[in-house]
């Protein structure tokens, strides 16, 4: 089997970059890998995005600051939960089947978080999604790239994704550049809930999970993952 490393983190956080870094290391060192985000990266998944996308949430409000209910907390966690099973099944198992090392942007743990903890749905119902969509495909490690969200969310609004991303490229599986943008609009309250429980998920497992501070400069960053993955690498 291959390995399975996941990128976890909230808004602003620069997730993505690093788990596009850490992708192009990959490959320059030999390693046949996989870069997966999510949601999206199958037919299916692609179609479930552009619906979470342009379906508001039920905690958004319109500009009257009317409660619009297009889309329930519920139906979002379906959502994301169809679009992984399609992922999990078309790309994930056939590449880890491979001997691949696959890298995801965003994976389980994104749920438990956001749809848990953020919006408050039942964790022990999130719990058993999960164990449903991933068939017990759980990384070897996740990195938690941990940020004040007033400070990711400021990030995210001064320099915009594409911005903060700058010269790393687009990542597969995400097919609209300026992304989801359903949780910016969250208050900063709901994205503090969202660390929270990414950190209680760390705090749970930590042999599983790297918790690196966001703030430290994008090359430190980078090594303190390459230090945590390489010995995977070699025990492969
Ligand atoms: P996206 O635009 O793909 O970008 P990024 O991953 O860089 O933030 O946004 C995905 C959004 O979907 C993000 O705000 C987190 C959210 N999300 C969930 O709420 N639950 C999930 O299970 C997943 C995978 C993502």
């Known amino acids: 089997m291959g390995i399975f490393i996941v990128f976890e983190g909230g808004e602003g956080s620069g997730k993505s970059t690093q788990a596009r870094l850490l992708y192009g290391l990959l490959l320059q060192e030999g390693h046949s890998s996989v870069l997966l985000h999510e949601p999206?990266?199958?037919?299916?998944?692609?179609?479930?995005?552009?619906?979470?996308?342009?379906?508001?949430?039920?905690?958004?409000?319109?500009?009257?600051?009317?409660?619009?209910?297009?889309?329930?907390?519920?139906?979002?966690?379906l959502l994301f939960s169809a679009a992984r099973t399609e992922l999990v099944n078309q790309?994930?198992?056939?590449?880890?089947?491979?001997?691949?090392?696959?890298?995801?942007?965003?994976?389980?743990a994104s749920t438990i978080a956001y749809q848990g903890y953020g919006r408050g749905l039942p964790l022990d119902l999130i719990q058993q999604?999960?164990?449903?969509?991933?068939?017990?495909?759980?990384?070897?490690?996740?990195?938690?790239?941990?940020?004040?969200?007033?400070?990711?969310?400021?990030?995210v609004q001064a320099q915009g994704a594409m911005l903060f991303d700058e010269g790393v490229g687009s990542s597969p599986g995400r097919m609209d550049e300026e992304g989801l943008r359903r949780f910016e609009e969250e208050s900063v309250e709901f994205h503090q809930r969202v660390r929270e429980g990414y950190l209680e998920l760390a705090?749970?497992?930590?042999?599983?999970?790297?918790?690196?501070?966001?703030?430290?400069?994008?090359?430190?960053?980078?090594?303190?993952?390459?230090?945590?993955?390489?010995p995977l690498l070699k025990a492969q």
């Open 203 to 230: 705090r749970e497992e930590p042999e599983r999970w790297l918790v690196v501070d966001a703030t430290l400069p994008r090359e430190r960053v980078a090594e303190l993952i390459w230090q945590r993955v390489e």
């Open 40 to 77: 999206g990266g199958t037919s299916a998944g692609d179609q479930i995005r552009r619906i979470l996308k342009s379906q508001h949430g039920e905690s958004q409000k319109s500009q009257r600051g009317k409660r619009k209910s297009s889309l329930s907390p519920m139906t979002e966690l």
């Open 91 to 108: 790309t994930l198992i056939p590449a880890l089947k491979k001997e691949r090392v696959v890298v995801c942007d965003r994976y389980t």
């Open 129 to 155: 999604l999960n164990r449903v969509t991933t068939q017990g495909n759980d990384p070897s490690l996740v990195v938690l790239l941990n940020i004040d969200p007033e400070k990711g969310l400021s990030r």
